[in-house]
Antibody, heavy 119, light 107 residues
Framework: EVQLVESGGGLVQPGGSLRLSCAASGFSLSDHYMDWVRQAPGKGLEWVAQIKNKRNSYTTEYAASVKGRFNISRDDSKNLLYLEMNSLTTEDTAVYYC??????????WGQGALVTVSS | DIQMTQSPSSLSASVGDRVTITCRASQDIRNGLGWYQQKPGTAPKRLIYAASSLQSGVPSRFSGSGSGTEFTLTISSLQPEDFATYYCLQYKSFPYPFGQGTKLEIK
């Protein structure tokens, strides 16, 4: 079965850090551009970051709201995608999804990981 | 940055109705647009990509059209399982904005 599974979510204090992982199974991540998208409680969807594939030099892009605090990376040998989140604030509380948001026909999304930033 | 304006924000309709949701881009995005369906407590599911290509496994009552700055998602005959929130997503240039969402409710 083709799927993405996020892990690493949880409760973190303001100013803290957390790393999310996204494991792909049933397919190879290596050809895909991969994204992180988040959804705050009761709110709409917000694109967070993208990392391109090796052929495109693993180029990264970020939303202004997370630039300089979040880092997206990947390990194609392990079929894993990561999101390192630093200097977290309560505004970062959300469900985080890994996904292929672009033009690839797969359009696959994970089930999401909840990150709660609270003291 | 490109802005996406989605309308309406909510919609009441009956089973069997034809409904249309619209997204307008602030700049030409060619066909770089996808449509998503989200039900409460679940991940979004892509219905349409490249503005008009039907995602594999998605019923044919869903269709997308448009290019440039005006895009529509049409559900030809609403089924009970279609009541959900729908989002458009522009992926032509960064940052990728989602539309504000359209909540489709049962009349």
């Amino acid at each position: 079965e083709v799927q993405l599974v996020e892990s690493g979510g949880g409760l973190v204090q303001p100013g803290g850090s957390l790393r999310l992982s996204c494991a792909a199974s049933g397919f190879s991540l290596s050809d895909h551009y991969m994204d992180w998208v988040r959804q705050a409680p009761g709110k709409g969807l917000e694109w967070v970051a993208q990392i391109k594939n090796k052929r495109n030099s693993y180029t990264t892009e970020y939303a202004a709201s997370v630039k300089g605090r979040f880092n997206i990376s990947r390990d194609d040998s392990k079929n894993l995608l990561y999101l390192e989140m630093n200097s977290l604030t309560t505004e970062d509380t959300a469900v985080y999804y890994c996904a292929d948001c672009g033009s690839h026909p797969s359009g696959i999304w994970g089930q999401g990981a909840l990150v709660t930033v609270s003291s | 940055d490109i802005q996406m304006t989605q309308s309406p924000s909510s919609l009441s309709a009956s089973v069997g109705d034809r409904v249309t949701i619209t997204c307008r881009a602030s700049q030409d995005i060619r066909n770089g647009l996808g449509w998503y369906q989200q039900k409460p407590g679940t991940a979004p599911k892509r219905l349409i990509y490249a503005a008009s290509s039907l995602q594999s496994g998605v019923p044919s009552r869903f269709s997308g059209s448009g290019s440039g700055t005006e895009f529509t998602l049409t559900i030809s005959s609403l089924q009970p399982e279609d009541f959900a929130t729908y989002y458009c997503l522009q992926y032509k240039s960064f940052p990728y904005p989602f539309g504000q969402g359209t909540k489709l409710e049962i009349k």
